[in-house]
T-cell receptor
Framework: GAGVSQSPSNKVTEKGKDVELRCDPISGHTALYWYRQSLGQGLEFLIYFQGNSAPDKSGLPSDRFSAERTGGSVSTLTIQRTQQEDSAVYLC???????????????FGPGTRLLVL | GNSVTQMEGPVTLSEEAFLTINCTYTATGYPSLFWYVQYPGEGLQLLLKATKADDKGSNKGFEATYRKETTSFHLEKGSVQVSDSAVYFCALSQDSSASKIIFGSGTRLSIRP
């Protein structure tokens, strides 16, 4: 594809509900990353996939957050029992390769703006 | 741990003014350094990067030099335009097994015509 795409672009949900956010990386990119951009917290790393496995999940804030990637392509980030502090813009990025060959440029999607009421 | 500290905003300048946005970092080893930009209503874009000491990244008239001795990567532009109004993020990533990007808090830049 032309770039990283994410859906939905906006999501409003009630506290306690589950949400799923989707990321379509650039075709051929093996590495995929999730970040969160929230007011007062800046941009935080959440999780990184190389292919379908996640070698670094260190940024997931709690066990309510999980992510998976299938077919080495699309990824979903799931937030269970959402809380108001989960409100943020969730950004996905992809790159050609993981870190072993040096740092590849990460290309970011437009983000999903999540609001938990 | 690794971290990035950048100049707090907002920064407001007149068109054609000289711009500096300061950025310093703390990291083990030899990280790669980046400046990302987020224009109003758009996604995050890589502006420039440098992967080793003394490298200079440049793009769209912006420059930043990787200074290991001062652990800095200050962003500069000689003559800003209204279209440069955006939020600028300094960032780093380790060049070893950790691939996540660590971002600074961002600096909002507004350019007056």
């Amino acid at each position: 594809g032309a770039g990283v795409s994410q859906s939905p672009s906006n999501k409003v949900t009630e506290k306690g509900k589950d949400v799923e956010l989707r990321c379509d990386p650039i075709s051929g990119h093996t590495a995929l990353y999730w970040y969160r951009q929230s007011l007062g917290q800046g941009l935080e790393f959440l999780i990184y996939f190389q292919g379908n496995s996640a070698p670094d999940k260190s940024g997931l804030p709690s066990d309510r957050f999980s992510a998976e990637r299938t077919g080495g392509s699309v990824s979903t980030l799931t937030i269970q029992r959402t809380q108001q502090e989960d409100s943020a813009v969730y950004l996905c990025a992809s790159s050609l390769d993981g870190p072993s060959g040096g740092q590849e440029t990460q290309y970011f999607g437009p983000g999903t703006r999540l609001l938990v009421l | 741990g690794n971290s990035v500290t950048q100049m707090e905003g907002p920064v407001t300048l007149s068109e054609e003014a000289f711009l500096t946005i300061n950025c310093t970092y703390t990291a083990t080893g030899y990280p790669s350094l980046f400046w990302y930009v987020q224009y109003p209503g758009e996604g995050l874009q890589l502006l420039l990067k440098a992967t080793k000491a003394d490298d200079k990244g440049s793009n769209k008239g912006f420059e930043a030099t990787y200074r290991k001795e001062t652990t800095s990567f200050h962003l500069e532009k000689g003559s800003v335009q209204v279209s440069d109004s955006a939020v600028y993020f300094c960032a780093l990533s380790q060049d070893s097994s950790a691939s996540k990007i660590i971002f600074g808090s961002g600096t909002r830049l507004s350019i007056r015509p």
